[in-house]
């Protein structure tokens, strides 16, 4: 919700609007194709639900979006909608500055009720009992639609004119989407939760994993010399590939009846062996000198199931430092695509969440943003009062970094020195010494992508360069006017909690990890985490060459500022005792 629409609440109530997405049949009960009839295949109607439906085989499947909205609310005529939602809570995304974001989350709690069935019940009128005087809203709901797991659920939060409602809930409003991860109840105070991710839960471990699971079995006995292997289906293999039997990779040319043909027997640097009727023929997912972005939106899109609507590669590929990333590896066994995608977000240096404002899927490095694209945090001009917080993230500091990589034999233990060809390490031995913190950080990755040595130590230049200092994690408030940054946004951070050696406030990137609304809107709280550069003093970003009728530093407005680099004095001050500019 903007700002602008806040400033105009003013004789209008504030609602939230829960929308849930079920699954329905789109056929009539008994007309062509659908062949139920009372009776015959059941004693009454169905609901036109799968749970309910008597004639599967002709099932034809749709959605129906069921509209709940905060209890007392005035409802709009003409909408079916039911005032029933008691609360609604959340916590937001929040960006791991060393790993895979968490995933946003809601609570929706509903109260049940007496309901007619007008208006859910396709077939209200012909049934022999009264629906008001029997059972209850979500009791029948439930038993009708049993499926509820991985459906959409949107919360729209907005304020509506008691004298002409939005009725599609989308102008002034504020939505946010979900997948729903259960629902519980109806319990003894007669409520129902619902409990919802964001939409990287699809990639959870034990809902998506690449590659899948290949389907064949061997159909005979086979030795370590034969080049056509027989498989009891061929389903899901393509007409050539790289397969998995044992610790074997194979690949093979071509598809002949049920046989893998012109095979290639213990291929990168696995060794040819014999095998037994009934062994498995697993299909291995391979990415050679593939660009992240390509390999994110292949996990995501293709093996857990998320829509393209929610990646906007356009966005994506304005990201240049992650072209420095072509990636090779096999993947050999199904592996839960979240594993795959922390593996890739750490050894690329980038963060991938749910932007809940954009309803995106967000892909960025971590990387020097252009002056142009942060925004300046003040204490004096943006920051609600004492509401800033300061605390240093100890657990975040790294002293050195050790890379192996170039895996030797993917079907082996990933985690193992030995199964690694190279090894690159990186320390930071001035953050060691007796003079700094005097204690060693060892961070270790073994990285069954980084192909090169090129790749490897530009990793650990750009982690250790950000994480040998300790990071201070701060949190503060804005209200809805200031509100401009989101997650994932670069900022320069200005308050007086944090100062310099001379005692004036510090100044320093920051990257929002954590956004959250509080009460109805009005004010927003941050979480961020310090963007360390390496340099002392202002942090640096990269800035634009001015004309010659550029002001002077004086005279600049923080947009100028923020925009162009000024040339400081000898003793690296600007002229009102500012931090200089440093060059990176």
């Not at 609901?47 to 499947?61: G, H, I, S």
């Not at 992508?449 to 990793?459: E, H, S, V």
């Amino acid at each position: 919700m903007s700002f602008d629409t806040l400033k105009n609440t003013l004789g209008r109530n504030h609602v939230t609007v829960v929308e849930v997405d079920m699954p329905s049949c789109s056929l009539v009960y008994g007309s062509s194709p659908c062949t139920a009839a009372v009776g015959t295949t059941g004693s009454t109607k169905c609901y036109n639900t799968f749970k309910t439906c008597q004639d599967t085989p002709n099932y034809a499947a749709s959605s129906t979006t069921y509209r709940f909205m905060t209890q007392n609310s005035q409802a709009p005529i003409g909408v079916n909608i039911f005032p029933c939602v008691v609360s609604v809570s959340s916590i937001p995304t929040k960006i791991n500055v060393t790993s895979l974001s968490t995933r946003a989350t809601v609570k929706v709690v509903m109260t049940d009720f007496p309901h007619h069935d007008r208006g859910v019940d396709p077939y209200v009128n012909d049934r022999n009992f009264d629906p008001s005087a029997q059972g209850t809203f979500w009791g029948k709901f439930k038993a009708r639609n049993f499926f509820f797991v991985g459906r959409s659920i949107r919360i729209k939060n907005g304020y509506v004119d008691p004298n002409g409602f939005d009725t599609t809930f989308d102008t002034d409003f504020e939505t946010r989407e979900y997948i729903i991860e259960s629902v519980d109840g109806v319990d003894s105070a007669g409520k129902v939760t619902f409990t919802a991710k964001d939409i990287l839960t699809l990639s959870n471990t034990d809902i998506a994993k690449a590659p899948l699971a290949s389907l064949g079995k061997l159909s005979i006995d086979i030795n370590d010399t034969v080049t056509t292997i027989g498989l009891d289906t061929i389903s899901g293999y393509p007409s050539s590939g790289l397969i998995r039997i044992g610790d074997e990779l194979i690949t093979y040319a071509s598809i002949g009846g049920s046989n893998l043909q012109g095979c290639v027997r213990g291929t990168n640097n696995t060794i040819a062996s014999g095998h037994d009727a009934d062994d498995d023929v697993q299909l291995c997912l391979q990415y050679t000198a593939e660009n992240v972005r390509d390999i994110v939106d292949d996990l995501l899109v293709n093996y857990a199931a998320v829509s393209p609507t929610y990646i906007d590669r356009a966005v994506w590929d304005t990201e240049l430092s992650l072209d420095l990333f072509n990636l090779t590896t096999i993947i050999t066994e199904p592996t839960g695509v979240s594993e795959l995608l922390k593996e890739l977000t750490q050894q690329t240096n980038s963060n991938l969440w749910w932007d809940d404002r954009q309803q995106q899927i967000r892909l960025k490095p971590i990387s020097t943003p252009l002056s142009t694209d942060v925004v300046r945090v003040f204490d004096d001009k943006n920051i609600i009062e004492n509401t800033v917080k300061v605390k240093d993230d100890r657990k975040s500091r790294v002293s050195r970094i050790t890379i192996y990589f170039g895996t030797f034999d993917f079907t082996k233990n990933l985690d193992e020195v030995t199964n690694y060809r190279n090894k690159t390490i990186d320390i930071d031995t001035s953050s060691e010494s007796d003079n700094e913190y005097g204690q060693i950080k060892d961070k270790v990755i073994f990285s069954r992508w980084i192909p090169t040595d090129a790749i490897a130590n530009d990793l650990t230049s750009r982690m250790l360069i950000r994480l040998k200092q300790t990071p201070k994690a701060i949190t503060f408030q804005v209200d809805a006017k200031n509100g401009d940054v989101s997650t994932g946004d670069i900022i320069y951070f200005t308050s007086r909690e944090i100062q310099t050696a001379t005692g004036l406030p510090d100044t320093q990137l920051y990257i929002i990890t954590e956004e959250k609304r509080i009460g109805s809107g009005e004010k927003t709280m941050y979480s961020a985490s310090e963007f360390n550069t390496g340099l002392s003093g202002v942090s640096p970003v990269a800035v634009l060459i001015a004309d010659n009728t550029q002001v002077d530093y004086l005279s600049a407005s923080d947009s100028e500022k923020a925009t162009y680099a000024f040339i400081s004095d000898n003793a690296g001050l600007m002229s009102n005792g500012d931090a200089g500019y440093k060059i990176a």
